[in-house]
């Protein structure tokens, strides 16, 4: 079986990854699992660039077909930070614990609306023959007043989806994947994929 490779090492990432493209007729595996360990400058100043970077890099140095993607919180009180720096905000090794409690801090005292905020993701693929394809997933919600949830990662437990009444993080692994930003970006490659392969 032929294999993908998808530029991360983040393993509550790959397991979202693998039930999302469970059923394309691929290998898909972890940087990790390739046996890849090298650090790559994600200098774009977009979502797209970044995954671009990441996607080209790989495909450089494998020869093989690799996913790679860039997300990240936009919340528009604070004039859509933490955006592209959204892991390494406020210092790569900060814990999310620490980074969600300063959020939840800036936004005191702001109610509804002005607690909008989304997920973006994109996904890059670098095929060996120089074609690259993005896609682009959003996720729109609201800034919660608190941490909530263990089903998720990052920025999730401070990310509140109005419909289901609950963070991100409390979603389960099967709706978060339908209604989230890397599900639906992830959805939108698969089917490009199919095209394209």
């Not at 140095?61 to 930070?81: F, N, Q, R």
């Not at 005191?108 to 996904?123: E, H, M, N, P, Y």
């Not at 074609?131 to 990310?159: A, C, H, K, Q, W």
Request: charged content about 30%; some cysteine.
């Amino acid at each position: 079986m032929q294999r993908i490779i998808f530029a991360t090492g983040n393993e509550g990432k790959m397991k979202e990854i693998r039930m999302l493209l469970k059923d394309l007729d691929y290998q898909v595996i972890s940087m990790k699992e390739a046996g890849i360990d090298i650090d790559i400058i994600e200098d774009g100043d977009t979502f797209e660039a970044n995954a671009i970077i990441k996607a080209k890099a790989i495909m450089e140095m494998t020869g093989e077909i690799v996913l790679a993607d860039d997300s990240g919180l936009e919340v528009d009180a604070m004039d859509k930070g933490p955006g592209v720096y959204s892991a390494r905000f406020m210092g790569e090794d900060t814990s999310y614990d620490i980074k969600n409690n300063y959020i939840l801090d800036r936004l005191k005292g702001l109610k509804g609306s002005d607690r909008s905020a989304r997920f973006v993701c994109v996904i890059a693929c670098a095929f060996p023959d120089g074609r690259i394809l993005t896609t682009r997933g959003v996720f729109e919600g609201l800034i919660g007043d608190t941490i909530s949830g263990e089903n998720g990662f990052g920025y999730d437990p401070i990310f509140w989806v109005p419909e289901y009444g609950c963070t991100s993080a409390d979603l389960s692994p099967e709706v978060k994947n339908e209604v989230s930003h890397r599900g639906k970006a992830l959805k939108e490659m698969k089917d490009k994929l199919k095209e394209w392969m």
